[in-house]
T-cell receptor, first 116, second 116 residues
Framework: GDSVTQMEGPVTLSEEAFLTINCTYT??????LFWYVQYPGEGLQLLLK???ADDKGSNKGFEATYRKETTSFHLEKGSVQVSDSAVYFC???????????????WGLGTSLAVNP | GAVVSQHPSWVICKSGTSVKIECRSL??????MFWYRQFPKQSLMLMAT?????????EQGVEKDKFLINHASLTLSTLTVTSAHPEDSSFYIC????????????FGPGTRLTVL
């Protein structure tokens, strides 16, 4: 079945460092891919998404490119801030899911701590 | 953006009692809602898909008699943990997909359940 593999954390960086959080997936067809973020004490929020190959999702300085050839959707940010400290989840929605069956397949999450 | 609320945000109960958690879509209608359980430092585990006007669809290994789901209206789904035990202590999260074929899901802020 479909699955998502996400790099394990925790990741600790200094402010202004470059961030990469790896995410690879296994799925049939062309799933939609997502990054969600969970800030301390808050609910999950959609950070960015991509729905087809070579699409680049971007938001708040974060980017991820849908790579079909490597089945990857790595999250990157050129210069992290303390406020980016959170848990990041990679997820996919199966291409075969239709109608109301829109459940997401989740990675395990990567905790990011950014120090000043 | 769309908002999903959960109530209560946290609850402490005695072993053997039942606890009801509400999930509401505040500014949109949701024929489907998802219930997740999140363990500390782990990913989200999909428990069930709540369907308005019909029975919920439970994931493998989730006891439907233990976790009762009722999708009473297009804006409300409830999860009742029956005869709660300490091992049911967890963070419960609901989500609702955006209508109109979008891939986006909106998440509630979660409910922390502690069973003594």
């Amino acid at each position: 079945g479909d699955s998502v593999t996400q790099m394990e954390g925790p990741v600790t960086l200094s402010e202004e460092a470059f961030l990469t959080i790896n995410c690879t997936y296994t799925a049939t067809g062309y799933p939609s891919l997502f990054w969600y973020v969970q800030y301390p004490g808050e609910g999950l929020q959609l950070l960015l998404k991509a729905t087809k190959a070579d699409d680049k999702g971007s938001n708040k300085g974060f980017e991820a490119t849908y790579r079909k050839e490597t089945t990857s959707f790595h999250l990157e940010k050129g210069s992290v801030q303390v406020s980016d400290s959170a848990v990041y989840f990679c997820a996919l929605k199966s291409a075969s899911a239709a109608g109301n069956n829109r459940k997401l397949i989740w990675g395990l999450g990567t905790s990011l701590a950014v120090n000043p | 953006g769309a908002v999903v609320s959960q109530h209560p945000s946290w609850v402490i109960c005695k072993s053997g009692t039942s606890v009801k958690i509400e999930c509401r879509s505040l500014d949109f209608q949701a024929t489907t809602m998802f219930w997740y359980r999140q363990f500390p430092k782990q990913s989200l585990m999909l428990m069930a898909t709540s369907n308005e006007g019909s029975k919920a669809t439970y994931e493998q290994g989730v006891e439907k008699d233990k976790f009762l789901i009722n999708h009473a209206s297009l804006t409300l789904s409830t999860l009742t943990v029956t005869s709660a035990h300490p091992e049911d202590s967890s963070f419960y999260i609901c989500s609702a997909p955006q209508r109109g074929g979008s891939d986006t899901q909106y998440f509630g802020p979660g409910t922390r359940l502690t069973v003594l």
